[in-house]
C-alpha cells in the first residue's frame, strides 16, 4: 500500500536558505543542493527513518547515528517533503560521509555540514529569529500598504488612486472589470495576452452565480492571479495580476474591496454614506471617539460566520466578506443576528466604538465554541473570571476538538509539562521517564497540534483544553 504524501507545509513566514548561511556565527556550509530552499521550520532526528516524523518543509538535522544506507535515507526525505538536510560532523562522524553528499545531490536536497561548535538548539534559534524578523516585515508592509490604500481613498478622484495604490504596493496590476469583461479603470504594468485571458477565466469563476467564491487564485506563465468580487449593483470585479505572491497580499487586498466596494458603490444614503466616511477616517488613523457620531447609534455588536452559500442576511451593510465562506459583520444597536442553514455565527457582546477590536476578538472566539459544539450560533459569555469565558458543555466540546490528535501518553506528558512550567527534568522525574523522551513527546505535540509551544497564548489556550478534558 502505498504511503500517503506529506501534507503540503502552511502559509505563513518562510525563510530562504541563504539568510541562515549568512549566519557567520554558526558557521553552517553548503556542501549539496541550492541556497534557495524555502525553510517552514527545523526538527532534529536520529530516527533510522525520520519519514513519519516529517511534515514538510523542515531543516532536518541530524548525526548520522543510525545512518546506514545514505540513499535510502535521503530519498525518504526527500519523499517526506523536507526542505533541507543539515548533519552535525561530531560525535559520530568526523567528516559528512561522502555517501551521502553524492545521494543529495542526485536527489536535489541541500546538504550543510554543521560545525562541532555549533548545537542543533543554536541552529533552531536562528531559524526561529529570522522567522519573527519575516513576519515583522510582513506585518509592516501590510500595515504601511493599509495606510496607503486609506490615504488614496481620501484623494479627489478615488477610485483610481487606490487601484495605483495598490498595484504599487504589489509592484504589478490592478484592475477592476466590469460583468461584461471590460475594464472598468486600472492601474500598473499591462499583462500578457495569455495572463489576461487567464484572468478573464478566473473573473467568471467569481462571478459565476450566488453560489461562486469571492475571491478566487490562479497563474498563468509565472504571474499570480487574483479576482476578489466587490460589493454593490455593479457587480465589478477586483483583478490582481503580480510577479509573485507574499503572504500579505490577500490581506492587503481586502482592504482595497472594502475600499472599492464603497467608493463604487452608487446612491449610498446618508446612513450609509456617514460610515463609510468613518470607515475611511479609522483607517487613516482617527480616533474611534471622534468617528462615534457617524457610526450611528451604539452599542455595535460585531459578528463572525463561516459556512456554504449565500452570506447569512444581518441587516447590516457593513460586511467584510474575507476568505471563501467566512463573513464578518458589524451590526448597530438593535439589530440581533439569529441562526441561518448552512452558517455558523458567533457574536460578540455589545460594544461602544472604542470597544470593537474586543469585540472582534469576542466573535472569533465565539465561532470557534459554535464550531466546536455543532451548534448554529454562540454568543460572548460575560460571566466573570477566564473559566467563566465558555458554557462547560461547549468547553468540553472544544477541548475534545482541539486536543483530539494527541494520544493519552502525549496528553499526559503535555499536561505535566505545562504543570511544570515547561521544565524537562522535573517532567521527566514526574513522569518515571528520561529528559529526552520528554523533548520528544512534546515536540510530537507540537507538530501534531501544528502549536508554537513557546508561545504564552498557545500554552494558557492548551491549559485551559486539557482542564475541560
Not at 522567522?131 to 484623494?155: D, Y
Not at 453560489?211 to 509565472?222: F, N, V
Not at 509539562?417 to 513527546?441: E, F, I, K, P, Y
Amino acid at each position: 500500500m502505498p504511503e500517503a504524501t506529506p501534507a503540503p507545509a502552511p502559509p505563513g513566514p518562510v525563510i530562504p536558505l541563504s539568510a541562515l548561511l549568512a549566519r557567520e556565527d554558526l558557521g553552517l556550509r553548503l556542501i549539496a543542493g541550492s541556497p534557495e530552499a524555502e525553510l517552514h521550520w527545523v526538527h532534529t532526528s536520529e530516527m533510522a527513518d525520520p519519514y513519519p516524523y516529517l511534515l514538510g518543509g523542515e531543516l532536518l538535522l541530524t548525526a548520522g547515528v543510525q545512518l546506514t544506507d545514505p540513499e535510502r535515507y535521503v530519498a525518504r526525505v526527500v519523499a517526506a517533503g523536507a526542505a533541507a538536510l543539515g548533519f552535525g560532523v561530531t560525535p559520530v562522524y568526523d567528516t559528512v560521509p561522502e555517501a551521502l553528499v553524492a545521494a543529495c545531490a542526485r536527489h536535489g536536497l541541500p546538504l550543510l555540514e554543521v560545525p562541532p561548535r555549533t548545537p542543533f538548539a543554536a541552529v533552531g534559534r536562528a531559524v526561529w529569529r529570522l522567522m519573527a524578523q519575516a513576519r515583522h516585515h510582513e506585518l509592516r508592509r501590510v500595515t504601511e500598504a493599509q495606510q496607503s490604500l486609506a490615504t488614496a481613498a481620501a484623494r479627489p478622484d478615488p477610485v483610481p488612486a487606490v487601484l495605483h495604490a495598490l498595484a504599487s504596493r504589489l509592484s504589478g496590476r490592478a484592475a477592476l472589470y466590469a460583468p461584461d469583461g471590460t475594464e472598468y479603470a486600472a492601474a500598473g504594468r499591462p499583462v500578457e495576452p495569455g495572463a489576461r485571458e487567464a484572468l478573464v477565466r478566473l473573473i467568471g469563476v467569481v462571478r459565476a452565480g450566488p453560489r461562486a467564491p469571492a475571491s478566487a487564485t490562479d497563474t498563468s506563465g509565472g504571474v499570480h492571479l487574483s479576482a476578489y468580487a466587490l460589493g454593490g449593483d455593479l457587480r465589478l470585479t477586483l483583478a490582481l495580476a503580480t510577479a509573485r505572491r507574499e503572504p500579505g497580499d490577500h490581506t492587503i487586498a481586502g482592504v482595497a474591496v472594502v475600499l472599492l466596494s464603497l467608493l463604487t458603490a452608487p446612491h449610498q444614503g446618508a446612513d450609509e454614506a456617514a460610515r463609510s466616511t468613518a470607515l475611511v477616517r479609522l483607517l487613516l488613523g482617527a480616533a474611534p471617539a471622534e468617528v462615534a457620531p457617524l457610526l450611528g447609534e451604539a452599542p455595535w455588536t460585531v459578528v463572525h460566520a463561516r459556512g456554504e452559500g449565500p452570506p447569512p442576511p444581518l441587516g447590516t451593510p457593513l460586511l467584510d466578506l474575507g476568505e471563501p465562506g467566512a463573513v464578518r459583520a458589524l451590526l448597530p444597536a438593535g439589530r440581533e443576528p439569529s441562526p441561518h442553514p448552512g452558517w455558523t455565527l458567533g457574536v460578540s457582546a455589545p460594544a461602544a466604538p472604542d470597544g470593537l477590536g474586543d469585540a472582534d476578538l469576542q466573535a472569533a472566539r465565539a465561532l470557534r465554541r459554535a464550531e466546536a459544539g455543532h451548534v448554529p450560533l454562540a454568543r460572548h459569555h460575560r460571566e466573570a473570571g477566564l473559566a467563566g469565558l465558555m458554557a462547560p458543555e461547549e468547553a468540553a466540546a472544544y477541548a475534545r476538538h482541539l486536543l483530539h490528535p494527541l494520544t493519552e501518553p502525549l496528553t499526559e506528558t503535555l499536561r505535566t509539562w505545562l504543570s511544570l512550567h515547561g521544565s524537562w527534568d522535573r517532567t521527566a522525574t514526574a513522569l518515571g521517564v528520561h529528559r529526552n523522551t520528554v523533548r520528544q513527546r512534546i515536540a510530537r505535540c507540537a507538530a501534531l497540534l501544528e502549536a508554537d509551544l513557546d508561545d504564552a497564548e498557545v500554552r494558557m489556550e492548551l491549559w485551559f483544553a486539557l482542564r475541560w478534558r
